[in-house]
C-alpha cells in the first residue's frame, strides 16, 4: 500500500505562513485526486482541500477559503498546502490522503497557530 509522509508544520503568530507537504510512496500517485485533512483537539478529523488527479481542480472547506491553496506536483508524488493568514483556529494536525480517504494515514504534521 501507499505511504503518505506529511511535513513543515511548525508554531506560527496568527497572520502567518506555512507550507505544508506531503510525499507519497508506493502508489501512481497521479492516478488520485489528494485531500488535505485536519484534526483539531478533541474533534474530529475534517476536510480541508481536494485537488483533481491533474491538478486542474480544487475544492476547499469555507473555513480555509481564500487564504489556503493545495496544488500538486506529479513528478515529484507531492501535494502541497499553501496556507496564509493562519488564525487560532487552523490549530490541527493536518494530514494528507487520497479524497476517497482510501490509504494508510500518515502521522499527520502538526500546525499551531498563537494569537
Known amino acids: 500500500q501507499g505511504q503518505l509522509v506529511e511535513s513543515g508544520g511548525g508554531l506560527v503568530q496568527a497572520g502567518g505562513s506555512l507550507r505544508l507537504s506531503c510525499a507519497a510512496s508506493?502508489?501512481?500517485?497521479?492516478?488520485?485526486?489528494m485531500g488535505w485533512f485536519r484534526q483539531a483537539p478533541g474533534k474530529e478529523r475534517r476536510f480541508v482541500a481536494t485537488?483533481?488527479?491533474?491538478?486542474?481542480?480544487?475544492s476547499y472547506a469555507d473555513s480555509v477559503k481564500g487564504r489556503f491553496t493545495i496544488s500538486r506536483d506529479n513528478a515529484k508524488n507531492t501535494v502541497y498546502l499553501q496556507m496564509n493568514y493562519l488564525k487560532p483556529e487552523d490549530t490541527a494536525i493536518y494530514y494528507c490522503?487520497?479524497?476517497?480517504?482510501?490509504?494508510?494515514w500518515g502521522r499527520g504534521t502538526q500546525v499551531t497557530v498563537s494569537s
Open positions: 490522503n487520497t479524497r476517497r480517504m482510501s490509504l494508510p
Open positions: 508506493g502508489r501512481t500517485f497521479s492516478n488520485y485526486a
Open positions: 485537488i483533481s488527479r491533474s491538478g486542474g481542480t480544487t
